[in-house]
Structure formats: structure tokens, C-alpha cells
Antibody, heavy 120, light 106 residues
Framework: EVQLVESGGGLVQPGGSLRLSCAAS????????MHWVRQAPGKGLVWVSR????????SYADSVKGRFTISRDNAKDTLYLQMNSLRAEDTAVYYC?????????????WGQGTRVTVSS | SYELTQPPSVSVSPGQTASITCSGD??????ACWYQQKPGQSPVLVIY???RRPSGIPERFSGSNSGNTATLTISGTQAMDEADYYC?????????FGGGTKLTVL
């Protein structure tokens, strides 16, 4: 059974940093693209970032480019999102997602999410 | 930047057909996906590559995509289908989601 378990969320002050982790199991993690998507309270889904299977290619939403860094450790079956210079508008539930098919473009399994709150 | 537009809400009676649209410039030239999200739960992929259903998704869910509009159709809608639905496509190596449609079954 595919499982994605996010952790690392919490309350952080504006300008602070946080690192999210996503532990994967039930599939060959090193073979798949992975994504982060966020959802602000009561709002819709917003794509954040993706990384290819070996970590050599990444892409980001304009709203987080230069502040967030996606990475992975295939030896540990873990995906990360390093978030710096956090703003109030980054407050959201962050989902870790497996991508399948060409370019990992179809988001087939979602974790349960970890909540990030940016507030003073 | 690329945008996808969905109606905020759609209502349907049980057993009837629900159609949820998603509009974007030349969307038919891209693949569209659809996700279902029930309150307090993570989204679930229900349609990918315009028309394909992941395993475990009921046959009553179908999709189409042509011109500027992708459509999610739920035939014989059941009470359990009440949820938020999001369309999604890729543009310039970035995923774009529609704003979501709340489907009410009443």
C-alpha cells in the first residue's frame, strides 16, 4: 500500500524557516517524480514544487521560487521541502504527492498533509 | 500566467448527471486531470489524461477535454459524490489548478 506521511509543520514567525519531510513507503520511491501542493485554510489547491526521480530536475511556483527548495533522499525514501523567508501567505496545509506518467504529471497518491502556520 | 476557471458550485439531484466544467486558453491542447476532495480529507485523483480513470474510481466518473473546456461528468450521482472538485493542467512546467467546484447532491 502506497503511503506518504508528512511531518515538520508547525507555527513559525514571519521571516522564519521550516523544513517539511515526507516519508514514503509501499512503492519504489526512487522511480517516481514527487510534488508538494498546498491549501490555505478554506481555499483551493496550489501547486508548489516538483522534483524528478533522481533529484536532478526541479521546478517551482513563482510564489515560492527563491525561498523554497525541494529535495529528496532516495536512500531514505524521503522527500523534503525547505521553506525560508516565510510569509503569512504561506500558511497552509502542505501535501506530499507522488507523480506518475510522463514527467510525473498525474498526482495519484496524496499524503494526509502537514499544517504550516506563519504568524507572529 | 495560465488560469483555469471553474464554477464555484454545482447542484444535482441523486441519480442525475452532474457536469463540472473547467475553462482555460487552449485547454484542449493540454491534458486535464480532476481531483475530488471531501471535507477533512486529502484530494483523490478521479480522472487523468482527460478521460482515464485510476483503478478504484467508479465508472460513473468520466472526463472530456476539447477546445477551451474540460468537463467532469458524474452519471447517476450518489450522495457520496458530494465534494469539492478541482481540475488541473500543466503549463510551462508548472501545475495549475482551477479554483474548485463544490458539488452538492440534494
Amino acid at each position: 500500500e502506497v503511503q506518504l506521511v508528512e511531518s515538520g509543520g508547525g507555527l513559525v514567525q514571519p521571516g522564519g524557516s521550516l523544513r517539511l519531510s515526507c516519508a514514503a513507503s509501499g512503492f519504489t520511491f526512487s522511480s517516481y517524480w514527487m510534488h508538494w501542493v498546498r491549501q490555505a485554510p478554506g481555499k483551493g489547491l496550489v501547486w508548489v514544487s516538483r522534483i524528478n526521480s533522481d533529484g536532478s530536475r526541479t521546478s517551482y511556483a513563482d510564489s515560492v521560487k527563491g525561498r523554497f527548495t525541494i529535495s529528496r533522499d532516495n536512500a531514505k525514501d524521503t522527500l523534503y521541502l525547505q521553506m525560508n523567508s516565510l510569509r503569512a501567505e504561506d500558511t497552509a496545509v502542505y501535501y506530499c504527492i507522488r507523480g506518475v506518467n510522463s514527467g510525473g504529471n498525474d498526482l495519484d497518491y496524496w499524503g494526509q498533509g502537514t499544517r504550516v502556520t506563519v504568524s507572529s | 500566467s495560465y488560469e483555469l476557471t471553474q464554477p464555484p458550485s454545482v447542484s444535482v439531484s441523486p441519480g442525475q448527471t452532474a457536469s463540472i466544467t473547467c475553462s482555460g486558453d487552449k485547454l484542449g491542447d493540454k491534458y486535464a486531470c480532476w481531483y475530488q476532495q471531501k471535507p477533512g480529507q486529502s484530494p483523490v485523483l478521479v480522472i487523468y489524461q482527460d478521460t482515464r480513470r485510476p483503478s478504484g474510481i467508479p465508472e460513473r466518473f468520466s472526463g472530456s477535454n476539447s477546445g477551451n473546456t474540460a468537463t467532469l461528468t458524474i452519471s447517476g450521482t450518489q450522495a457520496m459524490d458530494e465534494a469539492d472538485y478541482y481540475c488541473q493542467a500543466w503549463d510551462s512546467s508548472r501545475a495549475v489548478f482551477g479554483g474548485g467546484t463544490k458539488l452538492t447532491v440534494l
